[in-house]
């Protein structure tokens, strides 16, 4: 049997599933494992719900962050993690980042320390420590750099749902240096990830100006991690990515996030309109949803970006020479996005769980199953445009 063919006809009983289910949903005649919907715009869409192939490995950040305590241990952990393991700043020739990034950064951490509590770094080290080294670090940074995240880790607590990480978007310059191509061949040979087989998956391309290549990485704890490496066009001067990078270096644009909860034995996603809800009790204020076509396959917002008005004037009027819309645009430091993504049922979970070797386990709050794993580029190209 080829590799792939367990994935396929797994994919081809979704399908069959949701079509003998549910309206609004068409058949692809050209792919039996993708649907066919048509969005608000008019526009037929495919969703192709073929599982990213990817052979399960360990949740290296687990040995540094499972025994934090404190606010300061937290970013003991941190520093250790990112010292052990090669991130961007490691590459050769990298792409031109300014100064600021690392006054950024180390505003960011001296936040924290002065003023995290205890409680908000365990629950911070509680929840990073079932990812990787590479996603362990995004996501601290992100964490101690957003209330929006931090709140949505608080909201879930109180009313017992499971945060699960869904995707990190990290800025990577320009393709007139191949910074993304650059960033995705270190993720694979030092990381561990891999670009989807699914074709069309592998790489998105927008008329705006920017383009990204998703990557997949499966744990041995059942968690899926997603990152979307992208960067500006080398023809879109104007084009805000490259502008970001240069401000902000290689932190996350956006962690994404999505919850659940368990109801009658089964995981089920928790609706986006009432983690939007739960949010904006918190003073969380979330932007324009997308995604209303796939029928709750995947719904995504962005909520309020986390300003920085410490970009200093000289980046601010370079950018100014290029577009007035940029010094303003520059601010948007670092974005929540709120995904949510449809579950599996026990049974479809338990068959998706097995393609990966791994034996499901429903009351565990880490397995996670969406039916829908991947990213839709009208959708990404709505919440980047909204992210501005």
Not at 181 to 195: C, D, I, Q, S, T
Not at 213 to 227: A, H, V
Request: glycine share 4%.
């Amino acid at each position: 049997m080829p590799h792939n063919e367990p994935y396929i006809t797994f994919a081809r009983q979704q399908v069959a599933d949701i079509l003998q289910r549910e309206q609004g949903w068409r058949p692809c005649p050209a792919d039996p494992c993708k649907l066919l919907v048509t969005n608000e715009n008019g526009e037929e869409v495919s969703l192709d719900l073929t599982p990213a192939h990817a052979a399960p490995q360990m949740p290296t950040a687990y040995a540094c962050f499972d025994t934090v305590r404190t606010a300061a241990q937290l970013l003991d952990a941190y520093t250790q993690i990112r010292c052990a393991y090669r991130f961007e700043d490691d590459l050769e020739a990298q792409v031109p980042v300014h100064p600021f990034e690392h006054d950024f950064v180390a505003a960011i951490l001296q936040r924290a320390r002065a003023s995290l509590s205890d409680d908000d770094a365990i629950s911070i080290a509680q929840w990073v420590k079932h990812f990787d080294a590479y996603v362990a670090v995004k996501a601290v940074e992100a964490l101690l750099n957003s209330n929006a995240d931090l709140a949505l880790l608080k909201v879930a607590a109180a009313r017992g749902w499971t945060v699960h990480f869904d995707h990190v978007a990290i800025r990577c310059g320009s393709s007139r240096e191949r910074a993304a191509e650059r960033v995705v061949e270190l993720l694979v040979a030092e990381h561990g990830y891999v670009p989807s087989q699914v074709s069309g998956e592998e790489f998105y391309s927008f008329p705006d100006g920017w383009n990204a290549y998703p990557l997949y990485k499966m744990l041995i704890n059942g968690q899926m991690l997603r990152l979307f490496i992208d960067q500006s066009d080398a023809t879109h001067p104007t084009q805000i990515i490259q502008h970001w990078h240069h401000v902000y270096g290689y932190t996350a644009h956006h962690m994404a996030l999505r919850a659940t909860r368990q109801i009658n034995g089964e995981r089920v996603a928790v609706p986006l309109a009432e983690v939007m809800a739960a949010l904006a009790e918190h003073g969380v204020e979330s932007m324009t949803p997308t995604g209303e076509y796939t029928q709750g396959l995947l719904l995504q917002v962005f909520t309020r970006p986390e300003r920085n008005p410490q970009v200093p004037d000289d980046i601010k009027e370079a950018l100014a020479q290029i577009d007035a819309k940029l010094p303003r645009a520059i601010e948007n430091g670092k974005l929540l996005e709120i995904v949510s993504r449809r579950e599996m049922d026990a049974i479809h979970a338990r068959q998706w769980f097995a393609l990966y070797g791994l034996e499901y386990q429903p009351q565990n709050p880490l397995y996670s199953a969406p039916v829908y794993g991947y990213f839709l580029p009208a959708q990404a190209a709505h919440v980047i445009k909204t992210s501005v």
